[in-house]
């Protein structure tokens, strides 16, 4: 064989090595699918490697979680550990769940691994089972391990977890240090994004454990050692739970203790969760959360009327005395003591108090905020659809027609009050507003009409 038949060959087995090598690396992973994700499974021990949310979108593309989710186990003998690896798989697939079940048998000790997966959920039921059936305790450490494959700051918010003492710990990214170590027992730990998280609950007990969280090059990785013992002939279960999806706070609630801890409004979440929590049961009825906001409004317009009933009083006496101040202020213009005096008399003599009015306007102004925060931050407004164009409640409107609308409906409650700014001040507000989330334009449109209507028909 000469030289260049030699070099042919060569790149033929390279070739066919590579391509092998290619179809093992394909053939190594299994993917699942149910109502709401894709993921793509480890065949050899079950770690999951990616998910695909099909409900959700990032700039029309279906929403990935690039979270690495590693649950191992590992034997220790003297002090040396070694992973159990599974050498059968199984996989059930029925209307209710897809469970996945790999076995091993190992110097007469039974493994078992199982993947559940409900078909409308994102919540993961993992547990091992191990028949012990020597004549010795064996002990095991399960590794637990989060790890976030993405390198860009923009969708990693922050990492959180809460102890058995129910100490809620949140970092952010910039917050981590290279390595950091926590001598605790979970309750849960999270990777938290503004709309999805990735949780890990494991399973509770009274040994202490050790909390891993480590930075390599904005890379997080979240590793929580169980330590396990089993006893001669005895056979033991090992739960844990998962949950790779959207932070919808009624189902985080009944997932886990305190998980809506993560989900997080700033000074005003006190009074913001009550309220999402309305939004979602409203919407429970009428099946559309355009539909919830403007019920919602109503609802708080109805509760605060006797406020706004007094506003509305205050603006129409101060508008009322106005000829008298402008005579006040040309009969002493100057001097300034004298004027402010005569007003003083003026408001009391008509029984006006001006700071009750700014008092009235500034109990409102938390609800403004607080329904700002939830529409623009919570998940459930995500890809939520409302009428025609409105496509998504939590991104602004495209055809920008909802601004103008908002515009317009704030021009009629400036000019039903003989505002001199009936134009200007809409006008600013419609600018300003181009970029709002179509949600909050259909509040603040939703209250002015409201307000219109209550000012003109309404004594």
Partial sequence: ???????????????????????????????????????????????????????????NIKKKINNLININIYKIDNNIKKKIDFKKKNI??????????????????????????????YKWNIYFKIKNKTNKTIYYKIYNKLINKESSKKNLNNISFLNKNNKFNKYSINEIKNSQIFQTNLNWTSIYEKYFSTILIPQKNNTINNLYIKKNNNKIVIKYINNINIKPNQNKKINFKLWIGPNLINKLNHLSKNLDLNINYGKLTFISKPILKLLIYINKLVKNFGYSIIIITIIFKILTYPLSRIQSQIITKIKNIQPKIKKIK??????????????IYLYKKHKINPILGFIIILIQIPIFISIYNIISQSVEFKNSKFLFWIKDLSTYDKYYILPIIMGLSMMLVQKQNHNKNTFLTPLIFTILSIYFPSGILIYYTTNNLITFIQQKYIP
Avoid at 330 to 337: L, S, T
């Fill in 330 to 343: 040309i009969k002493y213009k100057n001097n300034k003591e004298k004027i402010n005096k005569k007003i």
């Fill in 1 to 59: 064989m000469n030289f260049i038949n030699k070099i042919i060959v060569l790149i033929i087995i390279i070739l066919n090595t590579l391509t092998q090598a290619k179809i093992n690396y394909l053939n190594q992973f299994v993917y699942i699918k149910n109502n709401v994700l894709i993921s793509k499974i480890n065949k050899l021990n079950g770690n999951i490697n990616k998910i695909k949310l099909l409900k959700y979108k990032d700039n």
């Fill in 92 to 121: 059930y697939i029925n209307k209710k769940y897809i469970k996945i079940i790999w076995k091993n048998n190992i110097n007469n000790i039974e493994y078992s691994k199982y993947i559940i997966l409900n078909k409308n959920s």
